[in-house]
């Protein structure tokens, strides 16, 4: 093992594009070292490769398979010495009726958005145990508080979460680690929960602040969960979603 | 030596819990009747073993540990 680094490390998972890569630069741009990962590299990664070689790591890893989550979250606490935060944000959307949805969608979907995570989760909280420290944010979504008509695999994967934040904030706050979940709403990214233009031009119109949300406006929220000074939080589903559901 | 590190290591990790302990006996019990560590407890003294040697006898080993001396075996073994 390498010494630790002195920036507080962050794993974001899924952040190589979308959502995960507006909260990756929103933690680069604090100082953290982050380690991402998602199936395959972007251009955006290796942007980052070239402008921060010390303190951003992407690793092309399948969270839904155990062993490629294990390694990922051994590799970067081989590489920084610990892990700080965890943001669980990879997730794959799937659109349709349930009663024409097939198999292989809801393997896919449940696979990645709860299995992955648990799986990432269950590896980074022991480093955090061992350190009595850490904080998790889990990215639900407000479909899995409000549902929408043809997303219930999604939706029921992404509420999956929120029980999970809870359960977990419960177990792990006495050793100084806070889990909370994010419920972004419609975001302007390339996975808008698999809506069309139309649904989402609809969403547009019926959100009181009058647009889709940005990867920014998630990520600012990310980064106030997970900054050291909030360590009186923990077990809560923020909805950032431009006040659609309130 | 692996095992004496490993006793260290347990000794640490007790003391940081704030668990009061005599002698730490092969036949000591982790749970009830020994330790008294809790399913928690358990676990942070598993991931606390990993973090110093790369694996621990709770998630690797083929049954899980119930003594100290049985947890120090892992390390002997290895």
């Known amino acids: ?246 | 030596m692996t095992v004496d590190r490993a006793r260290a290591v347990i000794v640490e990790f007790l003391q940081r819990a704030n668990k009061e302990f005599g002698e730490l006996t092969d036949d000591l019990s982790l749970y009830g009747g020994g330790l008294e560590l809790d399913s928690l407890e358990a676990a942070e003294l598993s991931a606390v073993l990993e973090d110093e040697f790369g694996s621990d006898p709770f998630s690797t080993g083929d049954t899980l540990p119930e003594t100290v001396g049985e947890v120090l075996a892992f390390y002997n073994a290895a």
């Open chain 1, 1 to 246: 093992m390498t010494a630790p680094i002195e920036a507080r490390v962050a794993l974001v998972t899924g952040g190589s594009r979308g959502l995960g890569a507006g909260i990756v630069e929103d933690l680069l741009a604090q100082g953290y070292a982050v380690a991402t990962c998602s199936r395959s590299r972007t251009d955006q990664v290796e942007l980052w490769e070239k402008e921060h070689p010390d303190r951003f790591h992407f690793q092309t890893a399948d969270v839904s398979v155990e062993a490629d989550a294990t390694r990922y979250v051994k590799d970067t606490v081989a590489r920084w010495g610990r892990i700080d935060v965890l943001v669980n944000n990879a997730g794959v959307a799937g659109e349709g009726m349930i009663a024409l949805t097939d198999d292989g969608m809801i393997d896919r979907v449940v696979d990645l958005n709860i299995k992955g995570t648990l799986y990432v989760t269950r590896a980074a909280s022991r480093t955090m145990l061992a350190r009595r420290s850490g904080a998790i944010v889990n990215i639900s979504s407000v479909v899995g508080l409000s549902g929408y008509r043809g997303l219930s695999v999604y939706s029921a994967t992404k509420a999956a979460l929120d029980g999970m934040t809870r359960s977990l904030a419960r177990e792990l706050g006495s050793r100084g680690i806070t889990v909370n979940s994010v419920a972004p709403g419609y975001l302007r990214t390339e996975m808008s929960h698999g809506l069309d233009a139309d649904q989402l031009k609809q969403i547009e119109r019926r959100t009181p602040l009058g647009r889709l949300g940005d990867a920014e406006d998630v990520a600012r929220v990310v980064s106030f969960l997970v900054a050291p000074e909030n360590r009186f939080m923990t077990g809560q589903v923020l909805v950032v979603d431009g006040g659609l559901t309130a």
